[in-house]
């Protein structure tokens, strides 16, 4: 059976929405039609990547004119944070699917009004129209393998998930939008939400407070930018409590580039432990089911004795890209349910969540207290 033809817009065409272009590119019977950024050379720069015979599509400065250009079945926003509840609006206005780059919005409010504009949208053909937030951590092959395991049991009840990532500063940007708080919405939600989504998955729950510290310690303390030094804050840890007595912590440090393994996620339940390191791509695995039973001291913790270590890949994924070809699973999996009609598995709401944790870690830094998720969620949620 002959696949839908899927047409994507392109709307942001920085970095991310050029590694957006690139796996669209790597998926079969889909094509980026239109494309639309304020930035010229940033709009040469995704033509640059586009083949010839997919040349005479939309060319675009204002997001809107390619909305309404009829042009797409999709589109894709990957602008700076502080313009996507404008812009994400205007799409939702139209009857095409979306896919929207972390974070949703910078305030709960503005994501809050979102949820509440996607309601009952219909595509032309009466379909569900989608909105899929991207959140493609949970994609990444070792990580993805880590959690249908752990949801499968293997490590019984989970009691704790830690994240570390130790990297390299924040990569500069067209007009260096990313350097303060007020167009990112502070670290915490632009770079973390993806880690705070990621633990609400895991544990299949919704966390209820919020401890956190950090500060802004080495990373862009000598830069100017039109009278202004970067308030972004580079090192934090994050602590997160859920309503099962389940935890989960982050551990972030942005001047830490001399990491092998930059990012490591652990699950820990009452029967085992997973880990999953990246670049690496290692899955680590290990039982203690001779603890549940001896009431003898066994083997010490750090000798790996039943401890598997394997190499985790997808041979489906046709561009690794800059995510381990997570970007690539999850263009995947949002083409497969425009195609069957299937809802999106990272929503507007998860989006939502997945910010306001970010929101209360940083109100905990700020004040210097656990702060609790009814603080800053919407009412009734």
Not at 225 to 242: K, N, Q
Not at 245 to 265: H, K, P, T, W, Y
């Amino acid at each position: 059976m002959e696949l839908q033809k899927i047409r994507y817009g392109i709307i942001g065409c920085g970095s991310m929405g050029r590694e957006h272009i690139e796996n669209i590119r790597a998926l079969p019977a889909s094509t980026v039609t239109a494309i639309a950024d304020t930035d010229g050379q940033s709009r040469q720069k995704a033509l640059d990547l586009l083949s010839p015979q997919e040349s005479g599509f939309g060319v675009f400065a204002d997001h809107r004119d390619l909305l309404a250009s009829g042009l797409c079945d999709a589109v894709v926003v990957a602008t700076p944070n502080f313009t996507h509840a404008e812009i994400v609006r205007d799409c939702l206005a139209t009857p095409m699917h979306i896919l929207a780059e972390k974070p949703i919005c910078t305030r709960i409010e503005d994501a809050h009004a979102l949820v509440e504009l996607a309601r009952g949208r219909k595509t032309l053909d009466g379909q569900d129209a989608l909105v899929w937030v991207a959140q493609e951590y949970r994609y990444m092959p070792p990580v993805a393998e880590m959690i249908r395991m752990a949801h499968g049991g293997a490590v019984g009840q989970i009691h704790q998930v830690s994240i570390r990532e130790h990297r390299e500063p924040f990569y500069p940007k067209v007009g260096d939008w990313n350097r303060f708080n007020a167009n990112t919405g502070g670290t915490l939600v632009e770079k973390c939400c993806h880690y705070f989504n990621l633990m609400d998955f895991i544990l299949g729950e919704h966390p209820t407070r919020v401890f956190a510290s950090g500060g802004q310690r080495v990373n862009h303390l000598d830069e100017i930018y039109d009278g202004r030094t970067p308030d972004i804050l580079d090192s934090a840890y994050v602590i997160v409590e859920y309503n099962s007595g389940a935890r989960a912590m982050l551990d972030l440090c942005m001047f830490a580039e001399n990491s092998v393994d930059n990012e490591q996620i652990s699950i820990v339940g009452d029967a085992g432990k997973l880990e999953s390191l990246l670049p690496s791509l290692t899955l680590r695995y290990g039982r203690r089911e001779d603890w549940g039973t001896r009431k003898v001291w066994g083997e010490a913790s750090g000798s790996g004795r039943g401890v598997s270590v394997r190499r985790v890949w997808d041979t489906s994924i046709k561009y690794p890209g800059q995510h381990f070809g997570a970007s690539f699973i999850e263009h995947e999996k949002f083409a497969r349910a425009i195609r069957n009609a299937l809802p999106a598995e990272v929503t507007l709401e998860d989006g939502l969540r997945s910010i306001a944790t970010g929101i209360a870690a940083h109100l905990s830094i700020d004040t210097g207290r656990a702060v609790a998720m009814r603080e800053v969620l919407p009412p009734g949620w």
